[in-house]
C-alpha cells in the first residue's frame, strides 16, 4: 500500500484528451483549414490592393502617352500645362527629383552609417536601448511639420547668413530630407551590422586588429548588403516625400544653371501633383500628365523596392553565403 500513488496526485495538468474521438479530430482539421484562409485571405488583400492601385494609374496614364508620346514626356524641359500650346515635359520634374534625393543622401548616409557603426559597436547595450528608440521617434514627426520648420526657420537662416534671395532650394530640401531619412539608414544599417554577430568581432579581436580595424575591415564589409539597403530605403524615403520638397524646394520648374547650384529652386515630381491635381480638370491632358507623373515615380520606387529586398535577402542568408 505503502507504494501505490494516491488517486488525487495528478502527473500532468492536461485540459485537452490524449486520444481525440473522430468527431473533435474533423473540427480541429476545419479550424485550421479556416485560419489558414483567413491568413492568407488577409496577406492577398495587399497584394490585390497594390495591383489595384498600378492597374488604376496604368489606365490613367496610357491615354496621355498614346496622345503626347513618351519620348516628349521624358525628354522635355518644358512643363506648361496651362500655356498655348500646353506643354507637358517631365525633365524638370524628374530632375528636381534627383537632386534633392542626391541632396538628401549626401548628408544622411555618412551620418547614418557612423551612427549605426556607433550603436552597434561602441555604444554600450543599455544605453544602446536608450539612445536608438530616441532616434527612430525622428520617423514619427509628421512631414508638414519638417516643412514649417524648413520656411520658418531654415529659409530665413539662409536668406540672412549666406545672402540668398531665396531661402527655399534644393540645400533647404535636402537637409531637412535627411533628417527624415536618417531613422531608417541608422535603424537597417544597425540591424545588419548586429546580425553579421560576435564571432566575427572577436576573431578580429583575437587576431590582433583594433576596434577600428575590425569595424573597418571586417564589420562594414561583411554587413554591405544590409547597409546598401538601407540607403536605399533612405532614397525611398527622401524621392517620396511630398509636403517637405513643396514647401522648401522652390517649386522652380527649371534645371539650376550651373548644374552645381545647390542654392537654385527646383520642382519635385511629387510637388508637382500635390500642388497641381486639384487645379487641373477631370479628364483634361493635365490631369493625365500628372497621372503619368504618379506613374513614373510609381515605377522607379518599385524598382527601388525590389533593390532593397534583394539586398536585405542577401544581409539575412550572408552567414550562409560566407560558409559555402
Do not use: C
Not at 138 to 156: D, E, K, T
Not at 280 to 297: C, I, K, M, N, Q
Amino acid at each position: 500500500m505503502a507504494n501505490q500513488t494516491p488517486q488525487s496526485t495528478k502527473v500532468a495538468d492536461f485540459d485537452r484528451p490524449l486520444l481525440l474521438t473522430p468527431g473533435q479530430d474533423w473540427g480541429n482539421y476545419l479550424i485550421n483549414i479556416l485560419g489558414q484562409a483567413l491568413l492568407f485571405l488577409i496577406t492577398s488583400l495587399s497584394v490585390v490592393a497594390v495591383l489595384l492601385i498600378f492597374f488604376f494609374i496604368i489606365r490613367k496614364a496610357l491615354p496621355f502617352f498614346l496622345k503626347h508620346g513618351v519620348m516628349e514626356f521624358f525628354t522635355s524641359t518644358a512643363w506648361y500645362p496651362e500655356g498655348s500650346p500646353a506643354e507637358f515635359g517631365a525633365g524638370t520634374l524628374m530632375a528636381g527629383s534627383l537632386y534633392v534625393t542626391v541632396g538628401a543622401l549626401l548628408f544622411a548616409v555618412p551620418g547614418g552609417i557612423l551612427a549605426a557603426v556607433f550603436l552597434s559597436d561602441i555604444l554600450p547595450f543599455k544605453a544602446r536601448q536608450i539612445v536608438k528608440p530616441i532616434i527612430e521617434i525622428l520617423a514619427a514627426i509628421p512631414s508638414v511639420a519638417y516643412g514649417f520648420f524648413a520656411i520658418i526657420v531654415v529659409a530665413p537662416w539662409l536668406q540672412k547668413h549666406l545672402g540668398l534671395v531665396t531661402g527655399t532650394n534644393i540645400f533647404n530640401a535636402s537637409l531637412i530630407l535627411a533628417v527624415m531619412a536618417v531613422p531608417t539608414i541608422i535603424s537597417v544599417a544597425e540591424d545588419a551590422l548586429t546580425a553579421a554577430g560576435r564571432e566575427l568581432r572577436e576573431a578580429s579581436l583575437a587576431l590582433g586588429a583594433t576596434r577600428a580595424e575590425t569595424i573597418i575591415k571586417v564589420m562594414l564589409p561583411a554587413a554591405h548588403s544590409g547597409i546598401i539597403a538601407a540607403i536605399i530605403l533612405g532614397m525611398m524615403r527622401a524621392i517620396g516625400e511630398t509636403m517637405v520638397v513643396w514647401m522648401a524646394a522652390g517649386n522652380a520648374s527649371q534645371i539650376p544653371t550651373p548644374w552645381w547650384n545647390i542654392f537654385a529652386s527646383v520642382r519635385t515630381m511629387t510637388a508637382t501633383i500635390a500642388g497641381d491635381m486639384a487645379e487641373s480638370p477631370e479628364g483634361s491632358d493635365h490631369r493625365l500628365a500628372l497621372f503619368a507623373v504618379g506613374l513614373t515615380l510609381l515605377a522607379f520606387t518599385f524598382l527601388l523596392n525590389l533593390a532593397s529586398e534583394h539586398f536585405l535577402g542577401r544581409s539575412r542568408g550572408g552567414g550562409k553565403g560566407r560558409k559555402k
